[in-house]
């Protein structure tokens, strides 16, 4: 059977996986948690994927180096510094691992370590420091020890975002859990933000590692906020075995079904992400279909989601969809016949075509103005040649986005 | 030699060229011009360079058939309406072409049409039809005729964008002028916004067609406001010869001469309109130093120009350098090692260094602030890896680029 069924729980919810956050200092507002940890007692499999931005994090280094064996047990996060660009960075971000090894009794090697928040600020470790053993020491795999540390990898982020499914594979139950944040500077290439999955399932490092690899491209790589690729992303897969199903080593049945249920966490992170960009008013929808391939659809679609100008429209709630011809005729090494092309706009209210044939289509500005002022916005583009299809998320342009990022080291 | 002259008369400094504009209708607005023109007796040589967006405005099409032969007398431009993804699109520019093709008594494939405004709203001849005769009636050559011009192209634009030099080639005295407008949808991409230049030089259309695609690769195309490639994007460069220097028609030492001054007006027409971006406070002007090869060093000083967090970090006065390496980081297609690089910030009031060899270096907040308190700020960026360079030009985003585009249409 392959039904999902979502349940509480987040990175805890799968079975053997604990985890905590707490604030140790790195910010400075007492009320905002900055220190997360992840830990599972039997060694996982691991798949992760990474920023390609060459100004990566000390973190991503350091990680890439410490999950090379596709093996780990622990994730330590810390938000408030990003601990990017900075001379000792390399050396903090082992330092991070081997403070939580210590307390956890594991080898260093078999912990990964992320960091979010401004870049070129020298990281403070005192306040890890000073933390490490209360963190680890309140460890529990509740749902609000899964809160806690969802809450801890937040930066400008208004809501939490985390998510689990239980499903069944060979007759055993399986879960899956996961957390990510935003919310600016979220343009992700070929790799991620900040997500970390937690899952019972029994799979082998090199399965894990080529599920993420290609989940990413239709879940995180489709998400955009402001165009700029972080230099933190970073996504981790975590897999105990403890739902005992036979081993997942080959591309059969049960990796689908795993695979799905991957799918189904990253895509529902991926939209919350989108949601709760930065400034933002409005999630928005950018679905592409009937398109030649794939890699067209997902180009199309990511177009229009980062474009400014639609960006901007959406917030004022004008139906200018020029802007989203605009987009989809400068997506770049695309091949397509503009003369094809239809364009709907729709949200909960109700839909509209509003171009169609290279051309604009009449319609209603009253009905334009109830669609637009709903707050999840759906674009759908028929490109009229093929069978393929993808779905991006981003959100408006709105005066905050650049409020917040006028002034975000203040 | 080759000393060039800054003059007075934009599009008209050339000889045998006039202009007009007046307010026809196409705007509600009637103390904003919409309707212009450009106009020298002598058959011009042309050189031309179109948007590369699929969804192209109908006057591109035109124009391109217009202008396929490298000669024409006139250009045709409203501002208010881009005639673009209407049914009756193509069948109006063409109208628009040979309603002033026939007031000035001359055929309608030399004349070439500029459409720019709003995507998708059917153009209403009508005002044009009445206010045509009106406009060549009153064409002129002087600055005021050029002003005129210069005026009725703008649509968000603040202020006019024209300039001219006077320069020698061959002992003979050869003018050039420009008037160009942006000031949103601005991220050229192999073409250009509208701009045009007029220059009496005597020019073959292939010498000055092959001047005009090199030069607008270091001129409009490194300029960007909000990463959107407009529609409707075009740059006309008419040569009517009138100055009488020796034909250029190979790439001698005239050729050299002949660049140097269009490079000149495209340069500042190009800094002219980020300056006048939508909703600007401030110029950025990125330059890339010492980088392997002109591509590398122009593909970075535009990732840094088009970063939304780059931008809003200027808006806000904040020397959050990380932005800026992080932009630098995530540039496509490019091979460099950012532990090269190093970065300095600098206006009128001073430079400082803030970033060297992959790490961010102290530096006082408060000298920071007064740098960055100018509103014209230049960023270079030494990739010490070579010996080319590429300057790019942008500008910072602002609640007003939000409230501009969030209601553009009404």
């Known amino acids: 059977m392959d039904s999902f069924k979502q349940i509480e729980g987040g990175v805890c919810a799968a079975k053997g996986f604990k985890a905590n956050g707490v604030h140790a200092g790195i910010k400075k507002n007492s009320e905002k948690k900055d220190l997360a940890i992840i830990y599972s007692e039997s060694l996982c499999s691991v798949g992760a994927v990474y920023t390609q931005n060459k100004a990566c994090g000390a973190n991503i280094t350091v990680s890439k180096e410490h999950l090379k064996d596709g093996k780990a047990k622990a994730v330590i996060c810390n938000s408030g510094n990003a601990n990017t660009c900075n001379r000792d960075g390399v050396e903090k971000a082992k330092e991070m691992c081997k403070l939580a090894a210590d307390v956890l009794g594991i080898d260093e090697k078999d912990v990964a370590v992320a960091s979010t928040g401004v870049i070129g600020v020298p990281l403070n470790i005192e306040p890890i420091q000073k933390n490490i053993k209360t963190l680890i020491d309140n460890l529990g795999h509740s749902k609000e020890h899964a809160q806690n540390a969802a809450a801890a990898i ?3 982020d208004t809501f939490m975002k985390e998510i689990a499914y239980e499903f069944e594979i060979d007759g055993k139950i399986v879960h899956i859990g996961g957390m990510s944040k935003g919310s600016g500077m979220i343009h992700p290439n070929m790799a991620t933000m900040l997500a970390f999955v937690t899952t019972d399932c029994n799979i082998t490092s090199e399965m894990l590692q080529k599920a993420l690899s290609e989940d990413v491209k239709s879940t995180y ?5 402001d165009g700029d690729t972080s230099t933190n992303d970073m996504c981790v897969v975590l897999a105990n075995g403890e739902a005992q199903n036979n081993i997942i080593n080959k591309e059969d049945d049960n990796y689908k079904i795993f695979c799905k249920a991957l799918n189904m ?10 949601k709760d960009g930065e400034g933002a008013t ?3 929808e950018c679905e592409v279909i009937n398109a030649s391939d794939i890699k067209l659809a997902r180009k199309i679609a990511k177009s229009v989601i980062t474009s400014n100008l639609v960006k901007a429209a959406m917030f004022g709630c004008d139906m200018n969809w020029g802007r989203i011809s605009c987009a989809i005729g400068y997506t770049e090494d695309a091949d397509f016949d503009i003369n094809k092309v239809s364009i709907n706009v729709g949200s909960k209210y109700g839909e509209m075509n509003v171009y169609k044939d290279g051309y604009g289509v009449e319609f209603s500005e009253e009905e334009a103005l109830k669609i637009l002022k709903e707050d999840e916005i759906k674009i759908t583009i028929d490109m009229n040649c093929g069978t393929s299809k993808a779905v991006a998320w981003g959100c408006d342009l709105t005066y905050d986005y650049v409020k917040i990022n006028g002034s975000y080291r203040s």
């Open 221 to 225: 790589n489709m998400v955009s906020v």
């Open 282 to 284: 409005k999630l928005i």
């Open 265 to 274: 966490v990253n895509t529902y992170l991926s939209k919350q992400m989108a």
């Open 154 to 156: 937040m930066t400008t």
